[in-house]
T-cell receptor, first 114, second 114 residues
Framework: DGGITQSPKYLFRKEGQNVTLSCEQNLNHDAMYWYRQDPGQGLRLIYYSQIVNDFQKGDIAEGYSVSREKKESFPLTVTSAQKNPTAFYLC?????????????FGSGTQLSVL | AQSVTQPDIHITVSEGASLELRCNYSYGATPYLFWYVQSPGQGLQLLLKYFSGDTLVQGIKGFEAEFKRSQSSFNLRKPSVHWSDAAEYFCAVGSHNYGQNFVFGPGTRLSVLP
């Protein structure tokens, strides 16, 4: 079955540590996104990529980094510079990256700080 | 810039009752409009979308939504709610302008009483 796989489901970060969240898709989609979800705030865009080896900052990119070396993969690193990383992180993809397209979502990663 | 408001943070209805979830948007032209549903700890799933044409759109799981330009609204409705409809619902707006991204509302949590 085609879809988006996020791992791990739960992740814990220690002070000063960088952690990486995995996102893989087998939908052959060009565009991939990372969203952060906090209670009562909806989804906020962290980074997005519309093509391999290219990505753009979203609304809340500070303290995060990404790479897009393969079409299928769009990992997100939460760096130590992100002072409030506890949140639910959602990866999504769409066919071309246009905003009249349906977004396909993974099942999310809950990141907590130890 | 576009924005989305969902005035109701939490709604509780009895099983079998009708449902209306409100969504208001701010955008200079006719936007692309979406409703997504999220079960706890999961990603989002598209319920329906509006791009143009008939202002009443049908979606999955018996949901429908009506676009009202004069009220800048895109309210989601269901005539008879099932217990499995308990979830969080997000309204989202897409821009016609290339390079801009989706904007999500803060969400409405739906509880269903037996």
């Amino acid at each position: 079955d085609g879809g988006i796989t996020q791992s791990p489901k739960y992740l814990f970060r220690k002070e000063g540590q960088n952690v990486t969240l995995s996102c893989e898709q087998n939908l052959n989609h060009d565009a991939m996104y990372w969203y952060r979800q906090d209670p009562g705030q909806g989804l906020r865009l962290i980074y997005y990529s519309q093509i391999v080896n290219d990505f753009q900052k979203g609304d809340i990119a500070e303290g995060y980094s990404v790479s897009r070396e393969k079409k299928e993969s769009f990992p997100l690193t939460v760096t130590s510079a992100q002072k409030n990383p506890t949140a639910f992180y959602l990866c999504a993809s769409s066919t071309r990256g246009a905003t009249n397209e349906k977004l396909f979502f993974g099942s999310g990663t809950q990141l907590s700080v130890l | 810039a576009q924005s989305v408001t969902q005035p109701d943070i939490h709604i509780t209805v009895s099983e079998g009752a009708s449902l209306e979830l409100r969504c208001n948007y701010s955008y200079g032209a006719t936007p692309y409009l979406f409703w997504y549903v999220q079960s706890p700890g999961q990603g989002l799933q598209l319920l329906l979308k509006y791009f143009s044409g008939d202002t009443l759109v049908q979606g999955i799981k018996g949901f429908e939504a009506e676009f009202k330009r004069s009220q800048s609204s895109f309210n989601l409705r269901k005539p008879s709610v099932h217990w499995s409809d308990a979830a969080e619902y997000f309204c989202a707006v897409g821009s016609h302008n290339y390079g801009q991204n989706f904007v999500f509302g803060p969400g409405t949590r739906l509880s269903v009483l037996p």
